[in-house]
């Protein structure tokens, strides 16, 4: 039993900046060593944005790379997203994911363990 807590969504104009947060609680281990952010668009499926392991190792979606960047604290089940030079077509919600390793939170159905989401709007 872990929970996922995303916070820093909100509004924003085309070509500006936000920063997602994610912090894990509860039943923590090593299946939730992974961390990674996902995203989900009104009538689109769920698609990878981001994923870091516990080593520091990430990988990126084509659509974000260069733009976005996806840290942690070491050592922790903290990861954040640092979304920069935003575009309208990055409107969605934005959901917070743990896995055992980087490859478990880079595709839906390896994903062990889900925030809620936050809602990310980029007006253009």
């Known amino acids: 039993q872990v929970q996922l807590d995303e916070t820093g969504g909100g509004l924003v104009q085309a070509g500006g900046s936000l920063r997602l947060s994610c912090a894990a609680s509860?039943?923590?281990?090593?299946?939730?060593?992974?961390m990674g952010w996902f995203r989900q668009a009104p009538g689109k499926e769920r698609e990878f944005v981001a994923g870091i392991n516990r080593m520091g190792a990430t990988k990126y979606a084509d659509s974000v790379k260069g733009r976005f960047s996806i840290s942690r604290d070491r050592g922790t089940y903290v990861s954040y997203v640092q979304m920069n030079s935003l575009k309208p077509e990055d409107t969605a919600v934005y959901y917070c994911a743990s896995g055992g390793t980087l490859a478990d939170v880079a595709e839906v159905r390896s994903v062990a363990y889900w925030g809620k989401g936050t809602q990310v709007t980029v007006s253009s």
């Open positions: 509860g039943r923590t281990s090593s299946r939730a060593y992974g």
